[in-house]
C-alpha cells in the first residue's frame, strides 16, 4: 500500500502539479518590438502576456524618435512561457558626440566612407579652384569651417569644399579697399578666389563694413583658389 500510494503520489506530481507550476505547454511568440515607442512596446509586451526590462544602455538612430525601440532579447518571435521578461534597448534623446575626422588633402572618393563609419552624414559639396581635383580642402559644419577634434553630434551633416583642378592659372588680385564687405566677397568668388580670414578694426575714417585693407595687396600674381584676408570696419 505504501508503495502504491508513492507511485500514485509521484504520478500526480509530474503529470499534474510540476505541469500546472511550470505553465508546461504554455509559450508565446515574442513580438516584433523595433520601432515602436517605449508606451507602444509596453502595451504590446503587456497584451501578449510579458514583462519588460529597460536596459541601462542605449544607442542611438537619427531615423527613430526618441526613446523608439532599438533592440530587444529575446528576440523577435523566439517561444518564451508566459510571463518571461523581455530587455529592450531604447532610441536615445540626444545624439553622442563624436571627434570631427580629419578629412582635409583627403580624395573625395574616401570620404564617404569616413564619414558613414562614423554615423555622420555628406552634405553639400561646393568646388572651388584649386590644383588639387576632387580633394577636400575644407570640412563645414552649419557653415562654419570645424577642424579635427571638434566635437560634433552623430548623424550630423558635414559639407566639403573641394578642389576642381583647376588652380594652376595665375591671377591678379582684384583692389578691394573702400569696397563694401559683401561686394568685395563678391569679387573675390566672381576672380576664381576665396575669401580667408576677416577682421574687424574700429576706425573713424571710413564707414562702417568698408574693407581698410587686403593680403595679398592688390594687383599681387597669385593661383586660382589663393585666399584673400580682408581687414574691415567695424560697426559701432
Not at 561646393?126 to 559644419?141: C, F, H, W
Not at 577634434?149 to 559639407?159: N, R, S
Request: glycine share 10%.
Amino acid at each position: 500500500m505504501i508503495i502504491g500510494i508513492s507511485i500514485l503520489l509521484g504520478f500526480l506530481f509530474l503529470k499534474v502539479y510540476l505541469p500546472m507550476y511550470t505553465n508546461h505547454g504554455e509559450s508565446v511568440s515574442v513580438p516584433d518590438l523595433s520601432g515602436y515607442t517605449f508606451d507602444e512596446g509596453v502595451d504590446i509586451l503587456d497584451r501578449a502576456g510579458l514583462q519588460y526590462e529597460v536596459s541601462l544602455d542605449s544607442g542611438f538612430n537619427t531615423d527613430l524618435k526618441t526613446f523608439a525601440i532599438l533592440k530587444q532579447i529575446p528576440e523577435a518571435n523566439a517561444q518564451v512561457k508566459t510571463g518571461k521578461t523581455v530587455y529592450i534597448t531604447l532610441n536615445a534623446k540626444n545624439p553622442p558626440m563624436l571627434k570631427m575626422p580629419n578629412l582635409v588633402n583627403t580624395h573625395l572618393k574616401n570620404v564617404q566612407d569616413i564619414l558613414s563609419n562614423m554615423g555622420l552624414e555628406r552634405g553639400d559639396i561646393r568646388y572651388v579652384p584649386d590644383i588639387a581635383t576632387n580633394v577636400v580642402l575644407e570640412q563645414k559644419y552649419r557653415g562654419v569651417t570645424v577642424s579635427e577634434g571638434f566635437e560634433i553630434p552623430k548623424g550630423a551633416t558635414i559639407d566639403l569644399v573641394v578642389g576642381d583642378g583647376m588652380g594652376n592659372q595665375i591671377l591678379a588680385v582684384p583692389d578691394l579697399k573702400g569696397m563694401d564687405e559683401v561686394e568685395a566677397e563678391f569679387l573675390i568668388l566672381g576672380s576664381s578666389l576665396r575669401v580667408g580670414n576677416k577682421y574687424y578694426l574700429d576706425t573713424d575714417s571710413v564707414g562702417a563694413g568698408k574693407v581698410l585693407r587686403q593680403t595679398p595687396q592688390a594687383a599681387s600674381r597669385v593661383k586660382t583658389g589663393e585666399l584673400i584676408d580682408l581687414w574691415i570696419a567695424k560697426d559701432n
